[in-house]
């Protein structure tokens, strides 16, 4: 396993059984530190056996680290576990954290020239992220220029629907106001960037999209999102291969919705809701939120042989997390997703087609 993540795992459960509020963030604080690490952890060991100086990581987490490292485990992480009586709690957590990759694994995905499938200069555009019309810190216009700035041709707009209210969901008027603005983004960079006109509209408990078909057709792309029933083990094949059959859906987004250490996300089987989708032709994603990483290469594998199609995906709801797309093609290259099934890396005139071609 990677130490990194296996490092994090244990800080992870080491937080959550101190009982003051401000250890308990000191340790979360050094999990994220050492999960967005864009190096191996052992590569910071200097020869006189410490650690070098790593920001938002203080003397308690790296004596813990420094144990890992040390003898492949904590004591001291170990045997406050079996004395909080949490234990089971803890490996509950745990089972929730399987395929999920380091920020230095997902470089490492990048930079493995023996994986197949897309590279980051394959990549054109981004469709799945959220602005300042829903829950996101972005506005279009800093979506344009952070996309041009990475190299991308397009990034598609997705906002919650109006049907996720505790996501600040768009209502349909101020929908038709962001589609004014995209246009007039659009011309001013017609032939240089392309925004496109998306939503994340949210899958109800039969597997139908929370918008109406004529609504459905004002868009240009639809992503249609798990956003509830993700705690429970009640199989839910029927409510996913429903919502591949829905007509105007372009991508199923984050699958299994599942969370890092917190839920499993929706149980299905998988093989049959992939087939599913290659028979309607919806893409599948791969979003890179790193607490998300949902679907995780592990099970990306079954859906390419299913042979369906891909949407790899950031997820962001600011600028900065527009990276959290490497973590998504990291994943891509790790199940050997073939780059003519992405969907981002078509040009931006096949795409566009596609998505009409399938517009509700
Ligand atoms: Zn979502």
Request: proline share 4%; hydrophobic share 40%.
């Amino acid at each position: 396993m990677d130490m990194n993540s296996k490092i994090a795992a244990l800080l992870r459960d080491f937080a959550a059984i101190q009982k003051s509020k401000q250890s308990m963030w000191g340790y979360k604080r050094a999990a994220a530190a050492i999960l967005a690490l864009e190096e191996p952890i052992e590569s910071l060991l200097q020869p006189d056996g410490t650690l070098r100086k790593i920001p938002n990581i203080g003397p308690s987490s790296s004596r813990v680290i420094l144990e890992i490292l040390q003898t492949g485990t904590s004591p001291t992480v170990e045997s406050a576990i079996a004395g909080s009586g949490q234990k089971s709690d803890i490996d509950r957590r745990n089972d929730l954290r399987g395929h999920f990759l380091s920020r230095a694994q997902v470089l490492a995905a990048l930079r493995n020239k023996k994986l197949q499938g897309p590279t980051l200069a394959d990549y054109r555009g981004d469709l799945q992220m959220h602005s300042t019309w829903s829950d996101g810190t972005q506005t279009l216009e800093a979506i344009v220029e952070a996309g041009v700035e990475r190299g991308y041709e397009f990034c598609g707009v997705t906002d919650h629907s109006y049907g996720l209210p505790i996501a600040r969901g768009v209502s349909m008027h101020k929908l038709f106001e962001q589609h004014r603005a995209i246009d007039t983004l659009n011309a001013r960079y017609k032939g240089r960037f392309r925004l496109i006109k998306g939503i994340e509209a949210n899958i109800r408990a039969d597997g139908s999209v929370d918008m109406e078909p004529q609504e459905l057709r004002q868009l240009e792309l639809v992503v249609a999102a798990p956003h509830s029933a993700l705690r429970i083990t009640t199989d839910q094949t029927k409510r996913m291969v429903a919502t591949v059959k829905t007509r105007g859906v372009h991508i199923l987004g984050h699958p299994r919705g599942r969370k890092y250490g917190a839920r499993p996300g929706v149980t299905a089987d998988w093989d049959r809701v992939f087939e599913a989708a290659t028979k309607t032709g919806v893409a599948i994603e791969i979003d890179g939120d790193p607490s998300r990483q949902d679907l995780d290469y592990h099970v990306a594998k079954r859906a390419v042989e299913a042979g369906c199609l891909f949407a790899l995906d950031s997820d962001a709801h600011s600028t900065a997390e527009l990276r959290y797309a490497e973590t998504a093609i990291a994943h891509a290259r790790l199940a050997g997703v073939p780059k003519d099934r992405v969907i981002n890396c078509w040009p931006l005139e096949k795409l566009l087609a596609w998505l009409e071609s399938r517009r509700a």
